[in-house]
Nanobody, 117 residues
């Protein structure tokens, strides 16, 4: 079983920045991928960014966040970060941490990000 704890959400003005963090704990053998999804009210949950075990070459971004968001991973501590810059109102959503550990998917509880003036 894997437990994911997110932190770092909040209210920010357009153009501002936030850093989200997610730490995985529990009993597992190997983490394959760590990712961030988001879900806005009335919308489907969507992938924002994902990082695997292959370093910078194993990263995916949603087109609308590429160049503004950056995902990074501390594999020794099982922590994934999402640095979000130049935030826009359309980035407002609940952000969920996700991991594939031992070929099973796990989700965090979510953290609210609100971009508003």
């Amino acid at each position: 079983q894997v437990h994911l704890v997110e932190s770092g959400g909040g209210l920010v003005q357009p153009g501002g920045s936030l850093r989200l963090s997610c730490e995985a704990s529990g009993e597992f053998f190997k983490i394959y991928t760590m990712a961030w999804f988001r879900q806005a009210p009335g919308a489907r949950r969507e992938l924002v960014a994902q990082i695997g075990n292959g370093g910078d070459g194993d990263i995916l971004y949603k087109d609308s966040v590429r160049g503004r968001f950056s995902i990074a991973r501390d594999s020794a501590k099982n922590i994934v970060y999402l640095d979000m810059n130049n935030l826009k109102p359309e980035d407002t959503a609940v952000y969920y941490c996700n991991t594939n550990a031992d070929l099973k998917l796990y989700w965090g509880q979510g953290t609210q990000v609100t971009v508003s003036s």
